[in-house]
């Protein structure tokens, strides 16, 4: 019953900026980590940015500096702000989460994927 959704995809030109959200919703009761991962057509998915409950983030090499990460703990959300954008950000955007429901089984969430384009 739990469901992780994004959303802010969209078309930019090369240097531009975007804002992506992800929310989780339904049988709740912790979130633990939280991140976001890419994938680009004829490649594998890869991790892009990550964040603890408390706030420590991890980011890869091709993003560090340009993107950063956050969360609202009482929304149940987490963000990725992407600054600078370069052609080869474009990819699908999922956002993943570690979550015990209600019931205290825990597992990996993926959200459903916001496409994001750079090109000019």
């Known amino acids: 019953q739990v469901q992780l959704v994004e959303s802010g995809g969209g078309l930019v030109q090369p240097g531009g900026s975007l804002r992506l959200s992800c929310v989780a919703s339904?049988?709740?009761?912790?979130?633990?980590?939280m991140g976001w991962h890419r994938q680009a057509p004829g490649t594998q998915r890869e991790s892009v940015a990550r964040?603890?409950?408390?706030?420590?983030?991890n980011y890869a090499d091709s993003v560090a500096g340009r993107f950063t990460i956050s969360r609202d703990n009482a929304k149940n959300t987490v963000y990725l702000q992407m600054n600078s954008l370069k052609p080869e950000d474009t990819a699908v955007y999922y956002c993943?989460?570690?979550?015990?429901?209600?019931?205290?089984?825990?597992?990996?969430?993926w959200g459903q994927g916001t496409q994001v384009t750079v090109s000019s």
């Open positions: 993943n989460a570690g979550i015990a429901d209600r019931s205290w089984s825990y597992r990996d969430y």
């Open positions: 339904g049988s709740i009761n912790s979130i633990y980590g």
């Open positions: 964040i603890t409950r408390g706030g420590t983030t």
